[in-house]
């Protein structure tokens, strides 16, 4: 079953609007952390924001925020204020107790932003 | 920040050669990378947990006589795809942490590019 699940193959925003990027996850764990990444065409991979299993809060930084529901597990990424280079794959990724676990990724979102 | 960097960018090989792709974590310690490996237009999926000192621990489907990975050192881990075919033409990228919670943030190597030719 896959851990990371990721709908949207691709969305299209236009500039300066906000756009929500789906991500459901599946543990039985108590413990993970929830992990955003954009990677743009040349092919790095940016962290952009993280949210802990035992958070209360939403987690933001910056214009990226991260819309938290554990009873549904879903961790939502919100990018306000859309920007051109902002056209990127966005990847939602977790990781799971022990800590030293590697990152699991959903298949990712292109994200395009229209002038 | 952390930073973690991968050499090299970009490889063009022959078939039936080898190639070393090297990745390194500049100002931390990682007793533990990960390597990944991604197709066109898909998410990555990861190929093997490289320990240093140890085995490398390869994930179901991955030839570890194929991609032979080392880590040498506390800043070292090595992937080396032998007898390279065009079937392995592929975007190789690593990634390093600093601490074994489950919140510190994975860095990444910058990808290598491989083309099989």
């Known amino acids: 079953a896959q851990k990371i699940t990721q709908t949207q193959p691709g969305m299209f925003v236009q500039e300066k609007e906000a756009v929500t990027l789906d991500c459901t996850y599946d543990t039985s764990d108590q413990s993970y952390g929830l992990f955003w990444y954009k990677q743009p065409s040349s092919g790095e991979m940016i962290f952009l924001i993280y949210q802990g299993s035992y958070d209360e809060q939403n987690a933001t930084e910056g214009r990226y925020s991260l819309n938290f529901q554990k009873a549904r597990k879903s961790a939502n990424l919100v990018i306000s204020a859309s920007q051109l280079g902002d056209s990127a794959m966005y990847f939602c990724a977790m990781r799971e107790a022990p800590g030293n676990t590697p990152l699991v990724f959903g298949k990712g979102t292109r994200l395009s932003v229209i002038a | 920040g952390a930073v973690v960097s991968q050499h090299p960018s970009r490889v063009i090989c022959k078939s039936g050669t080898s190639v070393k792709i090297e990745c390194r974590s500049l100002d931390f310690q990682a007793t533990t990378m990960f390597w990944y490996r991604q197709f066109p237009k898909q998410s990555l999926m990861l190929m093997a947990t490289s320990n240093e000192g140890s085995k490398a621990t390869y994930e179901q489907g991955v030839e570890k006589d194929k991609f032979l990975i080392n880590h040498a050192s506390l800043t070292l881990s090595t992937l080396t795809v032998t007898s390279a075919h065009p079937e392995d033409s592929s975007f190789y990228i690593c990634?390093?942490?600093?601490?074994?919670?489950?919140?510190?943030?994975?860095?990444f190597g910058q990808g290598t590019r491989l083309t099989v030719v």
């Open positions: 990634s390093a942490r600093e601490q074994r919670g489950v919140g510190t943030e994975a860095f």
